[in-house]
């Protein structure tokens, strides 16, 4: 499978958080290409492992990656919910919001509380 992932925006802050966007991205793909957690955690550890060979991570960092995965998609809720007059209303509505929060419920749980 081929990836592309652009790193926009990457560097201004903690690294752990710029590998958290895309696990945060991999992650949305159970609930936006019907993909399940084998794929999601499959593409996660060969994107790290290949990361790492260039730029280990302390133990701490890979501690922090799943609380800003959380971190990243209240970020999400907040662009999409103060764009939406700008993007159109369509978009924002209870099955959005349905879904982000499910998914957000869903990571806390099987991600940051088990740990």
Known sequence: M???FDFD??????RAYDLAVFYWGAALGKSRL????KQVEHLWAAYLEGYQERRPLSNL???AVPLFVAVRHFWFLGLHTANWDYWGW?????HFF???LTFLREWVTQQIERA
Do not use: A, K, M
């Open 9 to 14: 925006v990457c560097g201004h802050g903690w």
């Open 90 to 94: 369509s978009e924002v509505d209870d």
């Open 98 to 100: 349905e879904r982000e």
């Open 2 to 4: 081929l990836t592309f």
């Open 61 to 63: 960092d890979l501690q």
């Open 34 to 37: 019907g993909w399940d957690d």
